[in-house]
C-alpha cells in the first residue's frame, strides 16, 4: 500500500539556478534548430525534411519515369515514417522542390497546380501529384551500396540516411536559405556546369585560389534568370569570405512601336521577387506620381513573363527611366549571401567557395571508398560461390552421387571437397539446366571479370590518384547529363558591370500646378487644385475642422513641423485630392501620436528659420538642415518645441506667458542644424503651486518699422518706439506695451 502513495514533491525536487536551467534548455532548442532544421548539409545541400521527402519518395519507388503519386500519400509517409512534423510544412516544402521559379534544378516532377512566380499558392495536396526528378537520382545513386551511413528514424522503427551520396554539389547548384538561432544561411542557386568545372579544377589542382574558382563560377545563376550588376572584384571578394552581396536587376529590352513610340518590355525579374507584388508597386509609383515619366504598366505575362512600361513620352530616356525604376522597385535587388552550412553534419560555418567544393569532395571520395568496399564485399561473395560451383563442374559425377545416395550430403561434401556452407548451399540449390558445359564456360568468364575487376578496386583503393579520377569521371558523367548540353542546364544569369546613367531630375518631370494644402484638426490633409481662398468653407468629418491652410505647387516639398522638435517632408504632388476628406497625415510620415503639428510650410532653397522650445530655448535653422529623406522625418529641435518662423527682419520679439516681452537684435541667435539651442528669454521657474513660466509667441520686427499687432474689427496697432523692451539675449524683457493681446501672440 505504501507504493501508492503519492511522492511528495520536495523528495522529487533537485534544485538548480535558474540562469542554468534556462540555459542548458535554451542551448538544447538552438543546435536542434540549427542541425536538424535550418542550415543545410555541405555534402548533399540538403536539410532533413529535404532528405527525408526525396528518400520517402524513393521507398515510394517514384521514379523519374514511373507513375505520378497523389502528393497527399507522400506527404503522409513522410510524416509517418521520417518527419513528425506538421504535413503543410512538408507539402510546402515538396512544392517549392518542384518550382521551375524556385529550384535552378527541380528535385521533384510535379503535376498539377506547384504555385507559380506572382506568388500563388499550391493546390491542396490532394490535387496535385509528384514524383521523383532525373537531378534527385543522381542525388540519391549508390544509396543502395552503403555508401553513406544510415541511423534510426524518430521512433526506431526504420532507418533513415544521414545524408544522401550527392553526384553533384546540390548546395550551390539549387542554394538554401534558412533562419536558425543566433545564426542564418543564404546560399544563391548556381550554375551546375560551372560548379563541376570548378570542383575538376580543384581536383587537378587542391591549392587553388579563390579568385580562379570564382573566374569559373561566374556567378550566382537564378533560375528566374536577370542580369548581376557587380564588378569581378566584388564577386571574388564574395566567393573568398562566404559573405557579400550581388546587385540582380530585371532583364529588358526596348520594343519599338513605329512612328518614334516605343515602350520597355521586361522579360525577367530578380530571384525572389514575386511578380504581382512588383506590379502593385510600380502601380502604386504611377499612382503617387513618385515616378511622373512612367505612363503605364501592364502585365502581358502568359507562359514567360512579359511586363510592359509605358513611358509619359517619346522624348524620356529608357536608360534614364529604367534608372529611377531599379531605384524604388524590386526591378533590382540585392542578394544577400551568407554560405553558413554544416560541415560533416556537425559544425556550423561560414565557408569560402573552395570550402564548400572541398567539403563536397571529400564527400564523394568517402561515398566512392565505401561503395568500392561494397563492391569487393559482393565480388568476394559471388567468386566464393563460383569456385564451389567450378569444384562441383569437376566432381560432376561424384556430387550428383553423393546428393543422391547421403543422407546428409551437405555435410559429406563439406568434408570431402572442403567447401564452405555458403558454397555447399549454392550447389545444392542449382538448377539441373545449369549442368550444361556452355554453362561452366561462363562461370569460368564471370570469375576472370571478378577477379580482373577486384585487382583494379584493389589498386585503385591504393593510390589517390585513381580515386581522384575516378571522381572526375563520376562529375563529368553528370555534366553531361544536367550541364550545357541540356536544354535546362545553359546559364541564365547574365554577369555584367552597372553602367551608370545620370540621374533623372523627378521634380523637373512633375507638371507644375498651383495647390491649395488643408490639414484639419484631426490631422487629415489633402490637397486642393488651383489657389482657393484660405477661409473657404470646406466639408470636415464630424467633430473635425480646418487648422491650416497655404497656398502652394505640385512641385514644392512641404515641410511639417511636430511638438517633438522633427520636421517631416511631403511631396506636394503625393498629397490626396480635394475631392474627398483626404487621408491621415500620421500614414503619410511616422508621426507620433502624442506629437501635435505646429506649422506647414513650402521648403525653399536658401531659408532660414527660427525654431524655439516652450521653455525659451532656440536657433536659427538653414533649409538645406531640416529636409527629411524617410518618413520618420528628421530631428532638429531637443525640447518641446513651440513654433517655426521664417526669418526676416532685423530683430526677434518674445513674449511668454508673463506678458513680458524682449527684443534683441536677430544677430545674437546662431545658427545651428540640431539641438537644444541658446537660452531667448530668461523666465521664472515657479515653485508650489505656481506653474513655470514659458515662452507663448515669436516674431520678427524691422527696428525701424516698429512692432505691429491685430487689434479687435481688422485694425491694427503699432509700437514704433521699441526702446522699452530692447535687451541683451536671455534677459526678462518688460511688460508688453498696453493694448498688448491677451492671448500674448503677436497674431
Known amino acids: 500500500m505504501s507504493d501508492d502513495l503519492p511522492i511528495d514533491p520536495e523528495d522529487n525536487t533537485v534544485p538548480e539556478p535558474l540562469s542554468r536551467a534556462i540555459g542548458e534548455r535554451y542551448l538544447t532548442y538552438a543546435l536542434s534548430t540549427i542541425m536538424n532544421r535550418a542550415l543545410p548539409d555541405a555534402r548533399d545541400g540538403l536539410k532533413p525534411v529535404h532528405r527525408r521527402i526525396l528518400f520517402a519518395m524513393r521507398e515510394l519507388r517514384l521514379s523519374p519515369t514511373g507513375p505520378f503519386r497523389k502528393s497527399a500519400k507522400i506527404t503522409g509517409d513522410v510524416m509517418g515514417n521520417y518527419h513528425p512534423h506538421g504535413d503543410a510544412a512538408i507539402y510546402d516544402a515538396m512544392a517549392r522542390l518542384a518550382q521551375d521559379f524556385a529550384m535552378r534544378y527541380p528535385l521533384v516532377d510535379g503535376q498539377g497546380n506547384f504555385g507559380n512566380i506572382d506568388g500563388d499558392n499550391p493546390a491542396a495536396a490532394r490535387y496535385t501529384e509528384a514524383r521523383l526528378a532525373g537531378t534527385s537520382e543522381a542525388l540519391m545513386d549508390g544509396l543502395a551500396e552503403d555508401s553513406v551511413d544510415f541511423r534510426p528514424n524518430y521512433d526506431g522503427t526504420l532507418t533513415e540516411p544521414v545524408v544522401l551520396p550527392a553526384a553533384f554539389p546540390n548546395l550551390l547548384a539549387n542554394g538554401a536559405s534558412g533562419i536558425a538561432v543566433g545564426m542564418a544561411t543564404n546560399v544563391p542557386p548556381h550554375n551546375l556546369h560551372e560548379v563541376i568545372d570548378a570542383c575538376l579544377h580543384l581536383i587537378k589542382t587542391p591549392d587553388a585560389r579563390d579568385d580562379t574558382l570564382a573566374g569559373i563560377i561566374q556567378g550566382p545563376d537564378f533560375p528566374t534568370g536577370g542580369v548581376i550588376v557587380e564588378n569581378r572584384e566584388t564577386i571574388a571578394e564574395n566567393y573568398r569570405t562566404g559573405r557579400g552581396a550581388f546587385r540582380v536587376r530585371a532583364r529588358w529590352a526596348i520594343e519599338d512601336l513605329g512612328r518614334s513610340q516605343w515602350q520597355i518590355v521586361v522579360t525577367e525579374i530578380p530571384y525572389q521577387v514575386q511578380k504581382s507584388k512588383l506590379i502593385e508597386r510600380l502601380a502604386e509609383l504611377i499612382q503617387t506620381k513618385r515616378i511622373p515619366i512612367l505612363a503605364d504598366v501592364r502585365d502581358e505575362s502568359a507562359e514567360d513573363i512579359r511586363i510592359v512600361l509605358e513611358p509619359k513620352t517619346r522624348a524620356v530616356d529608357p536608360e534614364q527611366m529604367m534608372a529611377a525604376l531599379f531605384r524604388v522597385s524590386d526591378l533590382e535587388l540585392r542578394f544577400s549571401m551568407n554560405m553558413n552550412v554544416l560541415i560533416d553534419g556537425r559544425v556550423p560555418k561560414v565557408c569560402s567557395l573552395k570550402e564548400v567544393l572541398r567539403a563536397f569532395l571529400d564527400h564523394r571520395r568517402d561515398v566512392l571508398l565505401r561503395r568500392t568496399n561494397y563492391r569487393l564485399e559482393k565480388i568476394a561473395a559471388r567468386l566464393e560461390v563460383l569456385e564451389g560451383y567450378l569444384i562441383a563442374y569437376l566432381n560432376l559425377d561424384r556430387v550428383i552421387e553423393i546428393i543422391r545416395y547421403e543422407d546428409d550430403p551437405k555435410a559429406v561434401m563439406i568434408a570431402e571437397f572442403n567447401l564452405s556452407d555458403v558454397q555447399v548451399e549454392a550447389i545444392l540449390n542449382m538448377r539441373l539446366r545449369a549442368l550444361r558445359k556452355l554453362e561452366e564456360i561462363e562461370l569460368r568468364t564471370e570469375r576472370d571479370k571478378l ?42 544569369t547574365d554577369i555584367a558591370e552597372a553602367q551608370e546613367v545620370a540621374p533623372i531630375d523627378m521634380d523637373a518631370m512633375i507638371e507644375r500646378e498651383p495647390l491649395t494644402v488643408i490639414l484639419s484638426k484631426m490631422g487629415w490633409i489633402r490637397a486642393m487644385k488651383g489657389l482657393q481662398p484660405l477661409d473657404t468653407e470646406l466639408k470636415f468629418k464630424d467633430g473635425d475642422g480646418p487648422f491650416m491652410a497655404l497656398h502652394a505647387e505640385t512641385t514644392d516639398k512641404l515641410m511639417v513641423f511636430a511638438s517633438n522638435g522633427r520636421f517631416y517632408t511631403l511631396p506636394a504632388n503625393n498629397l490626396p485630392g480635394g475631392r474627398g476628406m483626404g487621408e491621415p497625415l500620421r500614414l503619410m510620415v511616422d508621426l507620433p501620436n502624442e506629437a501635435k503639428v505646429i506649422a506647414m510650410f513650402p521648403w525653399r532653397d536658401g531659408d532660414k528659420y527660427l525654431v524655439a522650445s516652450k521653455a525659451g530655448d532656440g536657433f536659427i535653422v538653414a533649409a538645406n538642415d531640416i529636409l527629411a529623406q524617410t518618413k520618420s522625418g528628421k530631428q532638429v529641435l531637443n525640447g518641446e518645441a513651440l513654433l517655426c518662423r521664417p526669418v526676416s527682419g532685423d530683430h526677434v520679439a518674445l513674449v511668454g506667458s508673463n506678458r513680458k516681452m524682449l527684443v534683441f537684435p536677430l544677430t545674437e541667435l546662431p545658427e545651428m542644424a540640431r539641438g537644444k539651442g541658446v537660452r531667448l528669454q530668461k523666465f521664472g521657474s515657479g515653485g508650489g503651486l505656481v506653474e513655470a513660466d514659458t515662452l507663448t509667441d515669436a516674431t520678427f520686427v524691422t527696428l525701424a518699422d516698429g512692432l505691429s499687432w491685430p487689434m479687435g474689427g481688422g485694425k491694427t496697432r503699432t509700437q514704433s518706439d521699441l526702446t522699452e523692451w530692447m535687451g541683451k539675449r536671455a534677459s526678462a524683457g518688460r511688460m508688453a506695451p498696453r493694448g498688448f493681446p491677451r492671448d500674448n501672440k503677436f497674431g
Open 451 to 492: 577477379l580482373e575487376e577486384r585487382e583494379g578496386l584493389l589498386a585503385m583503393l591504393a593510390d589517390d590518384g585513381q580515386q581522384w579520377a575516378r571522381i572526375s569521371d563520376q562529375l563529368k558523367e553528370v555534366r553531361n547529363q544536367f550541364g550545357k548540353s541540356w536544354a535546362d542546364g545553359k546559364r541564365r
